[in-house]
C-alpha cells in the first residue's frame, strides 16, 4: 500500500478568471488611492500653514505702508527689526511659527514688475512644494501657479501687491 502524498495536489482555482481580474483590480485601485490620498493630504496639509503666513504678511505690510507712508525696507521678514515691530507684524509671526514648511520670508519693495512682492523660499524645493504651493494660489489668487499675483516657482513662491 503506497501512503497518502503530504501536500495536496495542485487544483485549478474553483472561481472564474473574470473573478481573480476583478478581486486583484480592486486590491490595486484600493493600493492606488491610499497612495494618491496620502499624497493629497500631506499637500493640503502644508498649504493649510503656508496660507496663512502669506495673508498675514500681506496685512501687515499693507498696515505698515498706510501707516508709515512708505514700504518697510528690503530684508528678511522674520527678523527682529525695527520698522516691522508693530501688532499686525506679530499676527505674522504666530503664523510664521505655525508653518510646516521651511523656509526663508522676505520682503522686496521692487520686484520682478516693479511692484512690492514677499518672497517665500524654501529649505528644500522640489515637486512636493510646488504641489503645495499650487494648493495656497488656488485660495489666495487665480489657481494657476504660473500666473497673476501669486506665482510659483520652482525655487520660490512670490506675492505681489497689484492693486497697492
Known sequence: MTAAPSTPVLCPPTGGLGGAVARWGGLGLIVGLLAAGGIVVRDQRAADTVAPVFTAARAALLFQRSATGSWPVDGVLASRRDDLFHARFNVFRV?????????V????????????VVVFTPAEPGRAFERALAVVDGWVDDGEPGQGDFRVFAERAELSFSAE
Open 95 to 103: 503664523a510664521l511659527a505655525r508653518c510646516e514648511v521651511a523656509g
Open 105 to 116: 520670508w522676505t520682503f522686496r519693495s521692487r520686484g520682478p514688475a516693479g511692484r512690492p
